[in-house]
């Protein structure tokens, strides 16, 4: 009887890890990866402090891309993560000396914000989501810039939050913990919630789900307030981590870095498959690429970005190739 | 009897799909020269295949093909076709609209006005201007294909499908040939004023070309062509030539549905009328309108009854349906449900919670194809399913989830490995079945039905029919649309007859039954 039992929770749980493998490509990549570095360069790859810097990254790489992740589901996208990310940060210190160390929950409150507006502006106004989440990044990296040089200050940094850059737990960086949290809300809405299953709905097939009854607008601006919300949360793990202070200078491949991570995860940017879950599978796989490549003997840093660009080209198209089969989480 | 020469004529042509379905069984058809013929019969009996055999797309396993009398083989790809002067208009492959009217005429055709690897413009527009002058088609080059009406944009279809097997087989000119246009049910998306000019378009053109006018709108056909060919499962069932001998609609209609014995149907599935006695109104609809679509609807529905909503295809009788659910909107209309007034312009959502459900056969629009059995059946039902209900992050209660979905899988005996299959690897009748299976647990009102068994075979059907009929003893009342009259018997207690946008007639069961039997 007992015997019995256990061979079939072995089957399910044999199962289950097939199913997981079949439907997340992206595990192969991060097992593959981590294999070859090894091999190539063990002693600089597997030391304590490469490692607690891959941790490091992935946090900054998943907060940034598991919000808009949410949008991209619905086969609209999302860039707007860069401008929530640093003015929000701004926001954070210009009403520091107001509120105090609440002022850190400004960060959520400002990305569902400006989901809210992305969201209404989006299905009220018809425009393509691209080009709106575009400009509202530019706009407020701009007005970002602009706080900096009319306040006079180099970096806008909030010392008091040093407290926060001290890990708990020996060896894992604190944004690493900060991020698990927004982590495991994500995960939670997508799979556990009527929100999620609506979001995914809309994107698999939006006809059916306004004959299933969806409020499809709605839900398409709750999708854009998900997003706001999940990386104005994330954004905090990225502000501990700069030491306590937001960027304050646009760079275009921070932005890049969100979206690739998303799409090596295996969301397809059509919508409605894959999920949060892939996307900090994706975040693994960018974070591995170029840390791997950082490490290895006579690759040059300064070409660093040139190379990172072309494989992610290479890794797109292969994703979008296997997503074209049946691979559904 | 023929008086004219055959220029194409198909004998004996069959054609079988995965071992199996027999789509073609040995049918003969006769072009003539300068005719319109016209193909007719139900979805699924062999018009389209026949179609694509002419025109290269299938290969026949048996038959044999003459042109002028000479013995050739079936043409194995589209240009073959071209080349003996066949070509087809889809019905759904369409225009692309932000073309210019000369742009879209040349499509895939401009390496024949290239030279150097320029476009000669001018060449280009003295032979599209040529075409245009020898079909009447009135309309400057130069238009954006989107700022035409539907019909011209059809026209002009057309004028290119001829120019382009002029292009095959000569330089563009009027040529020997004598071109076979086949048009894939062309009046689909047309209202009723452009379906009149179209064919008076096609009329006036015939004495150039020959047309095959694939159809099941009888009207049309028997308005618009010389000859007609009924097919019914894979054979010609009858041959009218028009110039000849009389036929009537009633007739015509018979041979394409076939003999049924419309009581044995009745009685097999009905076990008496829902009586209107004693029952509320759920459902009033007064002076319903949609310009160019339907006038002046109006009805009332009661509780637990069925009324279909009936008429050739075009007559308004789908529009209505979508409108009712709000998936379009009419210009005008009064609806109340339950006594409570809904809106025009109301999103199906909120019709939802009044108690209004659509279930259509298209699963392709309905399902979550990607999605598990079990998300399908419980997307309606989440308030069914909700552990905690805050408003916008309702917690789902899997278990519930769990219990629901299998609880309609086992009551319809959908067949699936589990409720964790996803919908894309079950069967077409099963795929309906999780469609209309989501409505069984919600239990609305009123369930509108579109086609609600197109597409599946005859046990499938029986199963839906069965799960409509139980939801009906239950007290829902329905609303049916569907191109099978005996999908009526079977389902309505009271059937409005709708032609070109307005309620006809309004018969009973019985009363349906005996004009169609008669």
């Avoid at chain 1, 015997?3 to 929770?9: A, K």
């Avoid at chain 1, 997981?20 to 304590?48: C, E, H, Q, Y």
Wanted: hydrophobic letters at 45%.
């Amino acid at each position: 009887m007992s015997r019995e039992f256990s061979l079939q929770q072995t089957k399910f749980v044999l199962g289950y890890a097939r199913r997981l493998v079949r439907g997340n490509p992206a595990l192969w990549a991060i097992i593959g990866l981590m294999l070859i570095f090894s091999a190539i360069v063990p002693d600089k790859f597997l030391s304590t402090s490469n490692l607690i810097a891959i941790l490091r990254n992935f946090a900054v790489t998943s907060m940034l891309a598991v919000g808009p992740t949410f949008v991209i589901l619905l086969g609209s996208i999302d860039l707007s993560y860069m401008g929530i990310w640093m003015f929000g940060g701004a926001l954070v210190w210009l009403a520091y000396p107001y509120l105090g160390l609440f002022s850190i929950f400004l960060y959520p409150i400002f990305g569902l914000l400006v989901g809210l507006f992305n969201g209404i502006v989006y299905v009220k106004a018809k425009i393509p989501s691209f080009i709106l989440t575009l400009a509202m990044t530019a706009v407020l990296a701009f007005l970002t810039t602009y706080v900096r040089n009319i306040s006079g200050v180099l970096t806008l940094t909030v010392p008091a939050y040093d407290f926060l850059r001290v890990s708990p737990v020996p060896y894992i960086p604190s944004p690493f913990l900060l991020a698990i949290p927004t982590i495991v809300l994500a995960i939670f809405v997508m799979f556990f919630t009527k929100l999620g299953t609506y979001i995914s709905a809309i994107g698999s097939n939006e006809e059916g789900a306004k004959l299933a009854g969806i409020n499809v607008a709605r839900y398409k601006i709750l999708a854009f307030m998900t997003s706001g919300f999940f990386v104005g949360l994330g954004s905090i793990a990225i502000f501990v981590h700069l030491g306590n202070q937001t960027r304050v200078d646009f760079d275009p491949s921070e932005l890049i870095r969100g979206l690739a991570a998303i799409v090596l995860g295996g969301t397809p940017l059509a919508g409605g498959l894959g999920g949060p879950h892939r996307t900090l599978l994706g975040a693994m796989v960018y974070v591995l690429i170029f840390n791997g490549l950082f490490l290895l003997p006579g690759v040059d840093p300064n070409h660093l970005k040139l190379y990172i660009g072309t494989l992610l080209l290479g890794a797109v198209i292969i994703a979008s190739k296997a997503l074209k089969g049946a691979l559904i989480a | 009897m023929e008086s004219k020469s055959a220029l194409l004529e198909a004998r004996n042509v069959s054609k079988t799909f995965d071992n199996t379905v027999k789509a073609l069984d040995g049918v003969n058809i006769v072009v003539h020269e300068n005719e319109i013929l016209s193909v007719v019969g139900e979805n699924g009996a062999g018009k389209s295949t026949l179609m694509k055999i002419l025109v290269g797309v299938h290969q026949p396993e048996k038959g044999e093909l003459y042109y002028n009398g000479q013995k050739i083989r079936f043409p194995k790809n589209p240009l073959e076709a071209l080349k003996l002067g066949i070509s087809i208009v889809y019905q759904e492959r369409g225009v692309i609209p932000h073309l210019k009217v000369y742009q879209f005429l040349l499509l895939g055709l401009e390496e024949k006005f290239t030279r150097f690897g320029r476009l000669q413009l001018k060449k280009i527009f003295d032979v599209s201007k040529s075409v245009f002058e020898e079909l009447g088609i009135n309309v400057s080059l130069n238009t954006f294909m989107y700022e035409l009406p539907l019909s011209t944009q059809k026209m002009i279809e057309i004028a290119r499908s001829i120019l382009s097997i002029r292009l095959t087989v000569g330089n563009g000119g009027p040529s020997d040939i004598t071109p076979i246009i086949i048009l894939d049910e062309p009046t689909a998306p047309l209202s009723l004023e452009e379906r009149n000019g179209l064919f008076h378009y096609i009329q006036n053109i015939k004495k150039n070309n020959s047309f095959i006018f694939v159809s099941h709108i009888i009207p049309e056909v028997m308005r618009f062509s010389d000859r007609i060919y009924v097919l019914r499962d894979g054979k010609v069932v009858a041959h009218h030539d028009l110039s000849s001998a009389e036929v009537t609609e009633d007739l015509l209609f018979r041979e394409i549905v076939g003999r049924v014995s419309y009581y044995d149907l009745y009685s097999k599935y009905r076990y008496g009328v829902a009586e209107r006695e004693g029952k509320g109104v759920i459902l009033s609809v007064k002076k319903m309108s949609k310009k160019g679509y339907f006038q002046d609807i109006s009805f009332d529905l009661y509780e637990g009854e069925c009324i279909g909503l009936f008429g050739p295809s075009g007559c308004g009788k789908s529009e209505v349906a979508k409108s009712l659910f709000g998936v379009i909107h009419s210009d005008h209309e009064e609806i109340y449900v339950g006594g409570s007034k809904i809106k025009p312009k109301t999103a199906p959502y909120v019709r939802i919670k009044k108690g209004v459900g659509y279930f259509s056969g298209d699963t392709g629009k309905e399902l979550f194809i990607h999605w598990p059995v079990y998300k399908n059946l419980s997307i309606v039902n989440f308030e069914k399913i909700i552990k905690k209900a805050i408003k916008l992050v309702s917690i789902i209660n899997f278990k519930a989830e769990k219990e629901l979905s299998e609880k309609i899988v086992k009551k319809l005996r959908i067949r699936t490995p589990s409720v964790q299959a996803e919908c894309h690897s079950l069967s077409g009748g099963n795929k309906q079945k999780v469609s209309v299976g989501k409505w069984l647990e919600k239990s609305p009102r009123i369930l509108i039905l579109e086609d609600p068994t197109i597409g599946i075979d005859v046990g499938a059907r029986e199963d839906i029919y069965e799960v409509l009929l139980e939801m009906k003893r239950n007290g829902i009342s329905m609303i049916l649309v569907s191109d099978d009259p005996k999908e009526y018997v079977i389902l309505c207690d009271k059937i409005i007859m709708m032609s070109e946008g307005r309620i006809q007639k309004v018969y009973s069961n019985e009363e349906f039954r005996k004009v169609m039997e008669a």
